[in-house]
């Protein structure tokens, strides 16, 4: 059964640069596609960007604050990892990130599409 397990977080300050990971067990990720969210208490969890398993990419362009240009996402099914490349971090940017599985292809950055989802990992982007 697939798991996934983030690691990268931390604190950074604005302006900084953070990598995270997503790093799967238990199936080939191949089959899978992987999307980062945030989680921001008292907000709804926000999809950042998803990767299908042929490597196309998608972020969210429906937000204002979309990330989008700020945030990269990649994989390397080699390895079993998804990464979440963010520069020019803001305090707005803080929350628990969380990577998630959806069999198969999709662009959906919905949750209720991803099945399986890692613990996640805390960024807190303060001076």
């Known amino acids: 059964q697939l798991q996934l397990v983030e690691s990268g977080g931390g604190l950074v300050q604005p302006g900084g640069s953070l990598r995270l990971s997503c790093e799967a067990s238990g199936e080939n990720l191949d089959d899978y596609t992987i999307a980062w969210f945030r989680h921001v208490p008292g907000k709804e969890r926000e999809g950042l960007a998803l990767?299908?398993?042929?490597?196309?990419?998608?972020?969210?362009?429906t937000d204002a604050d979309s990330p989008e240009g700020r945030f990269t996402i990649s994989r390397d099914n080699a390895k079993g990892t998804v990464y979440l490349q963010m520069i020019r971090l803001e305090s707005e940017d803080t929350g628990l990130y969380s990577c998630?599985?959806?069999?198969?292809?999709?662009?959906?950055?919905?949750?209720?599409?991803?099945?399986?989802w890692g613990p996640g990992t805390q960024v807190t982007v303060s001076s």
């Open positions: 998630a599985a959806h069999s198969g292809s999709t662009f959906s950055l919905a949750d209720t599409k991803y099945d399986v």
């Open positions: 990767i299908t398993g042929s490597g196309a990419t998608a972020t969210d362009v």
